[in-house]
């Protein structure tokens, strides 16, 4: 409809999207919007599944290898061959 007024909005037409904190505890239900743990690049590695306590396993996209589906689906896989 808009092309009708305008012949090449298409082409003129800029997305931009941007998020905030508050856009990935919405989307992502990451408590007040964070996701992975706080580490400085270069600096650190992610935790892997076992953990000090016996029987206490952990997983999720603070742990190895990270943030996203594939990488917390993995991180859940470890922790299940862990047992």
């Known amino acids: ?3 009708k007024e ?3 909005a298409r082409d003129k037409a ?5 998020a905030s904190p508050l856009t990935h505890e919405r ?3 990451a408590t007040e919007g964070t996701y992975g743990p706080a580490l400085a690049a270069g600096e ?3 935790p892997g599944a076992t953990t000090p306590l016996s029987g206490l396993l952990r997983c999720g996209a603070s742990t190895y290898p990270g943030i996203g589906v594939p990488a917390v ?3 859940g896989a470890f922790a299940a061959n862990a047992l």
Do not use: D, Y
């Open 27 to 29: 989307f992502l239900r």
């Open 14 to 18: 800029v997305l931009k999207l941007t």
């Open 6 to 8: 305008i012949p090449n």
């Open 1 to 3: 409809a808009v092309e």
């Open 44 to 46: 650190g590695t992610l």
């Open 73 to 75: 689906a993995a991180s």
